[in-house]
């Protein structure tokens, strides 16, 4: 894959800003209508979604940084500030857009849970778009590969030439099929938070997979598994616990409901 959709002299339009641009107006488009519900106009929902992720980009990278900082910042204070050389986390951008969204939803008196259940979806549409960004600029590359699906990309000279699994085609693809999988839970929803909570068990399933197939990390923890698996370890039974403990009073205040009539 080429980096570089277009240079125009100076100017350099790069695939994944194309792609962060398609995943940042689908999101909007999705989060629009359920907006509505939430009482937000259409500019207000603009607006979060803008807010949520300029808010997700420092997140991530500041997580990058600290997390590199040795090898790639110590001394070079400028790199900080040039995203475009690579260096995002997801993790580290979720984190603080929740922590974004915590303080908006108290700020404006609106509900968190049903603003994370009406995001979730646009999070995991907007999320699959930029990681064909990433295909097409050639980050987050996967470990060789001998099966016909392989594909061989132009950059980084690491793994250039040599058949690697398209590991963020598989990402992809694989939160495609979320963001429908949450329109189905949230028709059936048992309580508020539920399509959010759902979210985050099925997204850190699908990242523990795909990273077994990651190229560009390390796998040092334990000889064998990624950072990144160990958070979404510690997401899947977050949400997990979080949602046993509110579907058992959801059921809880049916029946009390039932009782009383």
């Not at 999320?127 to 699906?149: E, P, S």
């Not at 999988?181 to 399933?205: K, N």
């Amino acid at each position: 894959m080429f980096p570089v959709f277009l240079k125009l002299g100076p100017l350099t339009i790069w695939w994944y800003a194309i792609w962060i641009v398609v995943g940042l107006l689908a999101a909007y488009r999705l989060f629009r209508k359920r907006a509505e519900r939430l009482g937000l106009s259409p500019q207000e929902a603009f607006n979060l979604i803008l807010l949520l992720f300029w808010c997700g980009v420092l997140g991530a990278r500041v997580y990058y940084v600290v997390l590199y900082w040795k090898e790639e910042f110590a001394g070079r204070w400028l790199e900080i500030l040039l995203i475009n050389h690579g260096g995002l986390v997801y993790f580290g951008g979720l984190a603080s857009a929740v922590l974004t969204l915590i303080l908006w939803a108290r700020v404006k008196g609106k509900s968190l849970a049903a603003l994370a259940d009406a995001l979730a979806g646009p999070l995991a549409l907007a999320h699959a778009f930029g990681r064909l960004g990433c295909f097409m600029g050639g980050c987050c590359y996967g470990t060789k590969c001998d099966h016909f699906w392989a594909v061989q990309l132009q950059v980084p000279p690491a793994v250039a030439g040599i058949p690697v699994h398209p590991v963020q085609l598989y990402e992809s693809f694989g939160l495609f099929y979320l963001v429908v999988a949450l329109m189905v839970v949230e028709g059936m929803a048992r309580f508020p938070g539920h399509v959010a909570l759902t979210y985050g068990l099925l997204y850190s399933i699908l990242r523990f997979i795909v990273e077994f197939f990651r190229g560009d990390v390390p796998h040092d923890v334990l000889g064998r598994f990624t950072v990144a698996q160990t958070l979404c370890a510690v997401l899947f039974f977050t949400c997990w616990l979080s949602s046993a403990r509110m579907g058992y009073r959801a059921s809880m205040a049916k029946k009390r409901v039932k009782l009383e009539q």
